[in-house]
């Protein structure tokens, strides 16, 4: 069985004054509230999520 890859991410930046589909994406990405960190798969449509919203977060592999 193949280990899949996981990214850590951490919220920065507040979602607040953002466009409503940034602050979805962050949800979509497990990220409600500052300084929050998660790992998410490490997939093309978790890659397009986190370009979405880079200048909103910190990712570590």
């Known amino acids: 069985m193949a280990k899949t890859q996981t990214i850590k991410i951490t919220q920065t930046g507040s979602p607040i004054g953002r466009r409503k589909d ?36 910190q990712v570590g592999e």
């Open 22 to 57: 940034q602050r979805a994406t962050l949800i979509g990405l497990g990220l409600n509230k500052m300084h929050r960190t998660v790992e998410v798969e490490d997939t093309a449509a978790t890659r397009g999520m986190i370009e979405k919203v880079h200048h909103l977060i």
